[in-house]
């Protein structure tokens, strides 16, 4: 972090202001030239707040030279992360593809679901229980008994589930039943509950944030990895723009932005990016190849009487001539399918 002072700043005040920061645990290299003197900080300067420096009226700028996620960043764990859910791999070269309804309807959807899709291909098998709607009125998801229906699932077919949480109040039951807890674009920056995933064991698929910059995403990484626990799959799902013909925008280019910051895997979620199922393909292909660690698509049996979100799901037909397209992709960008 660099400290750039006004012009003739008196001694007297860069001594305060450098006993101040040295008191936050950081070494203070002072560059004193004729009218401005400049304050390198070197060490760990994650403690130290950048808007209380800001507010030194001595203070003309501050800039950050390293980033402010830390165990997130690629610096400090070149090697790139690779999760193990019950013996599948997420971040190596082979590609994860988690497919499955927006939610858990009844027993006989999700089975026939997980059942298609397993044989398809699919890797992981996603529903949500607890539904984060816009709506009050809008269906909420068959909750606890959501999760039942997804464990005789996962049952029936093998296939870790996904499902996201919603309150802290559930971390017992997601923590004890669910192979990744999903973090919805919502609660990307409910920091209460980001705090306490922290502390526990299982992986953690982290949605970026409707309006979410790639650096608070990644922030929100440091959140639960900073409670010590780092497994963390990034899932980008489309971002807010002017654009309304889509749901949203799917930011591509926070794929290649993430591989250069982070060691983290990151998969994308063409469904909710678009809104759109036959949008469905083509982003699925664009996203494997600017490397994407894998996929997360709604897939629904019978998407016109779906509950939530059937405009973007795709049936199990068209999902299984996707993952038949994307296998040359994979093969040119290196990943296996
Ligand atoms: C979902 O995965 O069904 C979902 C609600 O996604 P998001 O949080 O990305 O909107
Ligand atoms: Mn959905």
Known sequence: MIIVLKPNTLQEEIDKLSIFVKGKGVEVCPIVGTEVCVLGLVGDTSKIDCSQLEANRNVARVMHVAEPFKKANKIFHPEPTVIDVCGQKIGGDKLAIIAGPCSVESEEQICEIADEVKQLGAHFLRGGAFKPRT??????????????????????????????????????????????????????????????????????????????TVEEWL???????????????????????????????????????????SHLPVVVDPSHATGKYWM????????????????LIEV??????????????????????????????ASVVGREL
């Open 135 to 212: 709506s009050p009125y809008a269906f909420q998801g068959l909750k606890y008994d959501g999760l039942e229906l997804l464990m005789e699932a996962r049952q029936r077919t093998g296939l870790p589930i996904v499902s996201e949480i919603m309150s802290t109040n559930d971390l017992d039951i997601f923590e004890r039943e669910v192979d990744i807890i999903q973090v919805g674009a919502r609660n990307m920056q409910n920091f209460d509950l980001l705090k306490q995933l922290g502390k526990t064991s299982k992986p953690i698929l982290l949605k970026r944030g409707l309006s979410a």
């Open 219 to 261: 922030m929100s990484a440091e959140y639960i990895m900073s409670g010590g626990n780092e497994q963390i799959i990034l899932c980008e799902r489309g971002i807010r723009t002017f654009e309304s013909y889509t749901r949203n925008t799917l930011d591509l280019s926070a794929i290649p932005a993430i591989k250069e910051l």
């Open 280 to 295: 469905v393909e083509p982003l699925a292909k664009a996203a494997i190849a600017v490397g994407a660690d894998g996929l």
């Open 300 to 329: 629904h049996n019978d998407p016109a009487n779906a509950l939530c979100d059937g405009q973007q799901s795709i049936k199990p037909k068209l999902f299984g001539d996707i993952m038949e397209k994307l296998r040359p992709i």
